[in-house]
């Protein structure tokens, strides 16, 4: 996680200095995240209750099967440009992004 300001300044920053040609890059502000410092927020957005920490993986690759019909629907009714979840979404990547143990602690 980074701010979008400073990732839109590293993108310009990377796309137009000649330093910059041919390197790989990482940009982060220097805040500490945790997905479940994350996860109770975007619960009282929504008005849902947070699930407690699983205490095992949990991969979405294998239960996400049917989310290609309840996105083109979610997509439909509102107004989305993008109607194949597959283009928005890649399952593999966020289970590699969240099943890592050391991002998973409780703490």
Same mark, same amino acid.
């Not at 989310?67 to 928005?88: F, G, H, M, T």
């Given at each position: 996680m980074t701010d979008a300001g400073l990732l839109a300044e590293q993108l310009l920053w990377a796309a137009t200095a000649d330093e910059a040609a041919n390197q790989d890059f990482?940009?982060?502000n220097g805040d500490v995240f945790r997905w479940n410092w994350l996860w109770p927020r975007l619960a009282a957005y929504f008005g849902v209750e947070a699930a407690a920490f699983p205490a095992q993986k949990m991969p979405l690759e294998g239960r996400m099967q049917e989310a290609?019909?309840?996105w $083109? !629907?979610?997509a439909? $009714? !509102?107004q989305l440009r993008e109607a194949d979840i597959n283009k928005v979404a890649s399952w593999w990547h966020t289970d590699a992004d969240l099943g890592r143990q050391w991002k998973?602690?409780?703490i």
């Amino acid at each position: 996680m980074t701010d979008a300001g400073l990732l839109a300044e590293q993108l310009l920053w990377a796309a137009t200095a000649d330093e910059a040609a041919n390197q790989d890059f990482n940009a982060v502000n220097g805040d500490v995240f945790r997905w479940n410092w994350l996860w109770p927020r975007l619960a009282a957005y929504f008005g849902v209750e947070a699930a407690a920490f699983p205490a095992q993986k949990m991969p979405l690759e294998g239960r996400m099967q049917e989310a290609a019909d309840a996105w $083109r !629907e979610i997509a439909a $009714r !509102e107004q989305l440009r993008e109607a194949d979840i597959n283009k928005v979404a890649s399952w593999w990547h966020t289970d590699a992004d969240l099943g890592r143990q050391w991002k998973r602690s409780p703490i």
